[in-house]
């Protein structure tokens, strides 16, 4: 018999699901990184931070099973070979993005960084803006593959976003190291600023290679 | 009893049957394989089921057309027509140049009519140059029209990118299956068209339910080489 090489209607089914939940899962991962950095932030590292890594590092490895069996279906019986690296790649990126906040929320709950609580409101802000950006990538990749032609409408939301982080930023590590503290505090300080930080520029790449992918279905 | 010259004679036409498989069949499903969202082997199995469906169903119209042109009564004189249309779709092929059979062998048979001294219908050879003038735009009407169709209707429904991706697929597998039987029903009948008046084969019984006309057991044999050239080149 035959091989035909074309998918049964299963398969892409099943495949259309996957990528909706690996979505979602970045997405929940998200608001779980925010809520847990918030939780940290004004109360310490207490149960609810404790629950948020736990429900983020269960996000990272279903995120990571999920691309892994996403990519071995997507070579193996879909898609065109051109648009199957570009799917890879986005997912591989976000799936990029979750284990940085994963990585991240691990180190804060380890060393306990202690931010200055005039600063608490800013970080917050900045946190907000990191997420947002990483929130609006995500629902970019959800309408790249129905409607490539929308996907820029995400995209400059996404430069607004890292962009205001990056202001927030640095006017975060002027305040830090202009106050009044040990050096070895600021520098403790400014390391997690800046992986904080490299969530919004993370989000940002993701969203230009985006913005490519959809240029190419779209012509 | 068939005799063994007719045989001799025929090679010329499963030549130019061999030249055309390996020149045509790249013609349905090259993009497809190419661009690797289709096996070699499945768009082959594929191609071979049609062109002999094609070839057998409705071959007969094509060479009917050609029949038309000259009267290639001789078996010499078929093996003739063959053998230089299939030399000149083999050269072309070596060159890489995509060749039209049917243009090779209408110029075999006014060469064969010239050298025989037979009359050259006209009519019927103005007809068949209008089928070449016309298929390249009546192509490029199909072609622009059905994009424009299709990219509403993807703008319109907005499909997922694997729903995209699944019917592209399927699109392509059903556009090459339909190359494929217009490959059997035109260019098989072309290529062995110009034997079927001077044809020893008789109408055959198969079971009790089918029987293959003398013309159909010659498009069968066309089709054989046709596909052997294909799957030999590997160069769907």
Redesign the interface.
Known sequence: MADFNFSPFHTTRILQSEIQEFLDTVSVAVLAYQEGMVAYLKEGWLETSEEKLQQISSYESRGDSLRTHIGLTLYTEMLLPDTAADVLSLLSDLDHLVDRMSGHFTLVGIEKPEFPDDCSVVIIDFISHACGAMDHTVTASRIYFRDPKAVHEQIHKIHYHEQEAEKIGIRLLKSIFNGNYPLERKCHLRDHLLHIDQLANQADETGDALAIYAVKRSV | MINLDFFIFLSSGLFLGWSLGSNDAANIFGTAVT?????F??AA??CAIFVIIGAVISGAGASHGLGKLGAVNALAGSFTVALSAGLTVYTMTKWGLPVSTTQAVVGGIIGWNLFSDSPTDMASLSQIAGTWVASPILGALFAWFIYLGLNSLINLV??????L??W???GL?LAGVFGAYSLGANNIGNVMGVFVSSSPLQEIQIGELFSLSGPQRLFLWGVSQSLWGCFFRGRL
């Open positions: 661009s690797r969202m289709l096996r082997r499945t199995i594929l907005k499909p997922h990118l694997l729903w991706d699944h592209t697929r399927l597998v």
